[in-house]
């Protein structure tokens, strides 16, 4: 298969692979990418969701190859924040409504360029946050607008395991699949 090839300015051309390499650190989107969009309600009223277990392994893989994360949600909830810290990401953004503006934050505290973010989405409130990263990916069952922005789209829908597909991708084209699993299978320490 030929390499795709992506112009956003006519004098730079990256393949997907040559952005996949640069990537150190993914922001991920909560509601239609780890869930798969459906907010379901208990008789309190209070939310609650669904996320595939194949997510968290997929970011502990990342983490054990050195690889950083944050959960960036345009809503909220006591669960998200839960889940960032049982999943170890660096950081979680609740109710925010300008990613794109976390992105940068988040760049800056960790001293690394765009071109060293991935930001996984699927809604209009992502599109403006991808095209302020290196690589931006959009779940397979996206809104037109984010897979419009996107450098790549996922096979899986969100809520389907897209955080780890792009996870695989990454670390494939790193080279460091094959170690991170071999590391991930010989931990002592519970999964994820």
């Known amino acids: 298969m030929e390499a795709e090839i992506i112009r956003r300015n006519p004098d730079t051309a990256m393949t997907i692979e040559d952005r996949l390499r640069q990537i150190s650190f993914i922001v991920c989107d909560v509601d239609g990418v780890l869930t798969d969009g459906l907010i379901w309600f ?3 009223g209070r939310p609650f969701r ?3 277990a194949r ?3 997929a970011l502990t893989l990342w983490h054990l190859s050195g690889g950083q994360s944050a959960l960036v949600s345009g809503l909220g909830s006591k669960a998200i924040a839960a889940i960032a810290a049982q999943w ?3 950081e979680t953004h609740e109710f925010i409504r300008d990613k794109a503006r976390v992105c940068r934050e988040i760049a800056q505290r960790h001293r690394i360029g765009p ?3 991935a930001f996984l989405g699927d809604d209009l409130i992502d599109v403006r946050a991808m095209q302020a990263v ?6 397979a069952d996206a809104a037109p607008e984010a897979k419009a922005a996107a450098h790549l789209c996922t096979e899986a829908p969100g809520g389907r395991g897209a955080l780890r597909e792009l996870v695989y991708r990454i670390l494939n084209a790193q080279g460091k699949l094959a170690a991170a699993i071999e590391r991930y299978c010989d931990r002592k320490d519970g999964v994820p």
């Open 55 to 57: 997510d968290a392994t």
């Open 134 to 139: 290196g690589l931006a990916v959009a779940v």
């Open 88 to 90: 170890k990401c660096r």
């Open 42 to 44: 208990d008789g309190d």
């Open 50 to 52: 669904a996320l595939h």
């Open 115 to 117: 071109g060293e973010m």
